[in-house]
């Protein structure tokens, strides 16, 4: 196994913390972190070990070694908002920190490696790693990416490596096309970011009722825990329970005539899941299409009210 490389991180918020505290643990060695506020890089390169730190490319390590803290530049992280990402790589490419077998990434899931160009025209080699899971500031850098998937494309060295890293991490490396990476995006923000709008929908829900915030995590947490289980142990179809799911026709006209008194976007969000719910329901032959045309009709009848 070929040694770790130094390496150097341009962004200090979630996704870059996140992922510098990780590799930290993994046995990697950062030799400069860099964010908009000193404080935030100072505080993560207190985190992780890093002697250096800066604003803009303050400090930062050349290639050449003939400035800054010196040694060669090996793997530099632009953990930076999506729109900044070329601006940021271009950057890069000017200021000289490019040295041989350099590699350059981003960590959005979003976008491919092509909008790293800069970057590559110097000499790096280019790649978008994106960790498939959902960080916060609390996430544990020994655990959070184990078992995860690290979806990649760019160049054949920097996505050699990415197999590494993403190994080191506990992670499986899977490569898409540039063109899938938006589609798996949409579907992991929807698996994700839907997910918690759906929660704070269901709390407020049962806040309306005046029920208080410790009962009402303890009837939904263990809810949504066990059907993400349900879903990962059997799939969608075998996981798929509940009043719609059924047909019960009775049941979704008294939900729809609670939620009526309540935020307009909730009743939206309602017929608009209930009809995906009755179409998986009628596809997996759980409720006859009869019951599946009458629940629709329910739906759009109090939809025009």
């Known amino acids: 196994m070929s040694p770790k490389p130094s390496c150097q991180l341009i962004g200090a918020g979630r996704a870059g913390r996140a992922l510098a505290r990780a590799m ?17 890089a100072g505080r993560l390169a207190e985190e992780i070990g890093c002697a250096d730190y800066g604003v803009g490319f303050e400090g930062f390590p050349l290639s050449s070694g003939e400035e800054g803290v010196g040694g060669e530049v090996n793997f530099i992280i632009i953990a930076v908002p999506d729109n900044w990402i070329a ?44 960790p498939a899971q959902t960080l916060t500031p609390w996430s ?13 494309e760019g160049d054949v060295d920097a996505c050699r490596f990415g197999e590494q890293l993403a190994r080191d991490l506990g992670a499986r490396a899977v490569e898409l096309r540039p063109e899938q990476r938006i589609v798996t995006h949409l579907a992991m923000t929807v698996g994700s970011n839907f997910t918690v709008a759906i929660v704070r929908m269901a709390e407020d829900i049962m806040k309306s009722a005046g029920i208080d915030h410790e009962t009402i995590h303890a009837m939904l947490m263990p809810l949504f825990r066990q059907t993400a289980q349900n879903i ?5 179809g075998v996981a798929l329970t509940g009043p719609i799911a059924r047909g019960d026709s009775t049941v979704i006209r008294k939900h729809l005539t609670a939620l009526a008194h309540m935020n307009d976007t909730y009743s939206a969000i309602y017929r608009a899941v209930a009809r995906l719910i009755v179409q998986m329901s009628s596809e997996q032959g759980n409720i006859p ?17």
């Open 140 to 152: 544990d850098p020994g655990s959070v990416f184990k078992g995860i998937c690290a979806d990649m």
């Open 87 to 130: 601006q940021v790589a271009s950057e890069v490419a000017a200021a000289g920190v490019i040295g041989e077998g350099t590699i350059v990434t981003h960590l959005s899931g979003a976008l491919g490696s092509d909008v790293l160009h800069a970057a590559r025209s110097a000499g790096a080699s280019v790649m978008a790693f994106h």
């Open 24 to 40: 930290t643990a993994a046995g990697y060695r950062f030799t400069w972190v860099g964010s908009l506020h000193r404080e935030t």
């Open 289 to 305: 299409e009869s019951v599946a045309v009458e629940v629709r009709r329910i739906l759009s009848a109090l939809e025009k009210k």
């Open 232 to 236: 990962g142990a059997s799939g969608t």
